[in-house]
């Protein structure tokens, strides 16, 4: 089951806004509004950031935003700041499985 | 507090057999699709397998199909992972994680318990 195709790394400037791309097929991420968005900092287990596309669950800053067209996904995260410095992990629910990841992108806060 | 604390993990041989259980605390656990994720050393991450609220809906990833088997027990608030045949490839943390209703997002996690195939 291949990975949903995020790229390998992000960077932006504290104060700026970045955007992560995630993109699918019509199996999974164009075909359900079911994805997710996960920051994960070294060595701690996941977070959610986004859910259903675009809802935030209770908690998260609403610097992050997320967004979907056709096939690929969109998780935007606005006036970065230091602390946003994380990999980020978009997933979908999937057509014959149930849930698929993407490969995970590092974003770096320069 | 909401909580998940997964235990189980250690060192096996290729070929053998391990058992991962997840204590879950501070929810109803019996009204929640649960979920395992594992990550290999430096990796990302990979979704392993889904048990429904009632246990009567399993769902594998196609890697794993066959050798490992998720199940739980509602009156003990616990999710369990039996997982045979193992290979090197299985080598990852594991996460217990409880999934938000009528969705895949996983919205609670454990900490995770190390598992490592090796000779």
């Known amino acids: 089951q291949s990975a949903l195709t995020q790229p390998a790394s992000v960077s932006g400037s504290p104060g700026q806004s970045i955007t992560i791309s995630c993109t699918g097929t019509s199996s999974d991420v164009g075909g359900y509004n079911y994805v997710s968005w996960y920051q994960q900092h070294p060595g701690k287990a996941p977070k959610l950031m986004i859910y259903a596309v675009s809802n935030r669950p209770s908690g998260v800053s609403n610097r992050f935003s997320g967004s979907k067209s056709g096939n690929t996904a969109s998780l935007t995260i606005s006036g970065l700041q230091a602390e946003d410095e994380a990999d980020y992990y978009c997933?979908?629910?999937?057509?014959?499985?149930?849930?698929?990841f993407g490969g995970g992108t590092k974003l770096t806060v320069l | 507090e909401v909580q998940l604390v997964e235990s189980g993990g250690g060192l096996v041989q290729p070929g053998g057999s391990l058992r991962l259980s997840c204590a879950a605390s501070?929810?109803?656990?019996?009204?929640?699709?649960v979920t395992w994720v594992r990550q290999a050393p430096g990796k990302g991450l990979e979704w392993v397998a889904s048990?429904?609220?009632?246990?009567?809906?399993?769902r594998y990833v196609d890697s794993v199909k066959g050798r490992f088997t998720i199940s739980r027990d509602n009156a003990k608030n616990s999710l369990y992972l039996q997982m045979n045949s193992l290979r090197a490839e299985d080598s990852a943390m594991y996460y217990c994680?409880?999934?938000?209703?009528?969705?895949?997002?996983?919205?609670?996690w454990g900490q995770g318990t190390t598992v490592t195939v090796s000779s």
């Open positions: 048990v429904s609220a009632d246990g009567s809906d399993k």
């Open positions: 997933s979908s629910f999937k057509t014959s499985s149930h849930v698929i």
């Open positions: 501070g929810f109803t656990f019996s009204s929640y699709w």
């Open positions: 994680v409880r999934l938000i209703t009528g969705t895949i997002a996983m919205e609670v």
